[in-house]
Every structure is written in structure tokens, then in C-alpha cells.
């Protein structure tokens, strides 16, 4: 049966990827074949992901607290991005107005 990687595996493995992504180690149709199936594992991760969640009876039980929850974590993390955006917005619009940032 299939045991899932330790943590030190997944981080071995996410390094390894950005080096050789680093590196351009692989061509052009490499990447997009490996682009396409990432994606494709991607979906199916989520599928399982999705079917995990319909099969677990608690956890279905509590969907409405955490739909809840996830709504009010969501808007949130808007509402402060938001927030966070606007003076870099205001600092950036008073440096191209006085010629700070060149064009």
C-alpha cells in the first residue's frame, strides 16, 4: 500500500525541481509535457481530495460552520491585501508623478 512522503521527502523533491528548473535543464516539449502533466495530476489530486471529503461523515456534518469559517478567512485575507495594496499604491503614484521612476 502506498505510504505517504515524509516531509524531508516533499522538500527534497520540490528543491530538486526548482533546480533543474533553475538549471533549464529540459527543453522546450519537456516542459510543456511536464507542464500538462502536472496539471493532470493536479485534477486528480482534487478529485481525491473532493471524494475524501464526501465520504467523511463529521466532516460533513460541520460543512456549514466551516463554509463559514472559510467565507470569513477569505474575506479577510481581501479586505488586508486591500488594505496592504493601498499605500504602495500611493507611493507609487507619488513617485511617477514626480518623475522618480523612470519610464
Do not use: H, N
Not at 46 to 54: E, F, Y
Request: proline share 1%.
Amino acid at each position: 500500500m502506498f505510504r505517504g512522503g515524509t516531509m524531508q521527502e516533499i522538500m527534497i523533491a520540490i528543491v530538486a525541481g526548482i533546480l533543474l528548473g533553475w538549471f533549464d535543464v529540459f527543453g522546450y516539449k519537456v516542459k510543456l509535457t511536464l507542464s500538462r502533466l502536472s496539471t493532470a495530476c493536479l485534477f486528480l489530486m482534487l478529485v481525491c481530495l473532493g471524494a475524501k471529503i464526501g465520504c467523511d461523515a463529521d466532516l460533513l456534518a460541520q460543512i456549514e460552520v466551516l463554509g463559514w469559517q472559510s467565507l470569513l478567512l477569505g474575506g479577510m485575507t481581501i479586505i488586508g491585501s486591500l488594505l496592504a495594496l493601498y499605500p504602495v499604491t500611493v507611493i507609487f503614484r507619488s513617485r511617477a508623478e514626480s518623475g522618480e521612476v523612470q519610464k
